[in-house]
């Protein structure tokens, strides 16, 4: 399974950025897929979920401001963020477990500057 993350970079405190993270490998629709990310400083948190059948569940910091969302023709799924915060700054990655192993994307790295 290989996990492409892409979509971070720099933007302003109140801004929006749209992560993709690319899947093959692995059947995408019977996947449920993840976003973790991790702080400078701190250890890897589960951001959002959605499963095979697109049930969203997020952590409470990102609930109202974040949208993660899946196309399965792309095997892709993406995570909107708006209202960015400075506490968002983080490397994010996306995730999927199969097969009772742990698939990690290379992350890619948001900075939110106030």
């Known amino acids: 399974v290989q996990l492409q993350a892409s979509g971070g970079g720099l933007v302003q405190a109140g801004g929006s950025l749209r992560l993709s993270c690319a899947a093959s490998?692995?059947?995408?629709?019977?996947?449920?897929m993840d976003w973790y990310r991790q702080a400078p400083g701190k250890q890897r948190e589960l951001v959002a979920t959605?499963?095979?059948?697109?049930?969203?569940n997020y952590v409470d910091a990102v609930k109202g401001r974040f949208t993660i969302s899946r196309d399965n023709v792309r095997r892709t799924v993406f995570l909107q963020m708006n209202g960015l915060g400075p506490e968002d700054t983080a490397v994010y990655f996306c995730?999927?477990?199969?097969?009772?192993?742990?698939?990690w994307g290379r992350g890619t790295r948001v900075t939110v500057s106030s």
């Open positions: 995730h999927t477990r199969r097969w009772g192993k742990d698939f």
């Open positions: 490998g692995t059947v995408f629709r019977d996947s449920a």
């Open positions: 959605i499963s095979s059948d697109h049930t969203r």
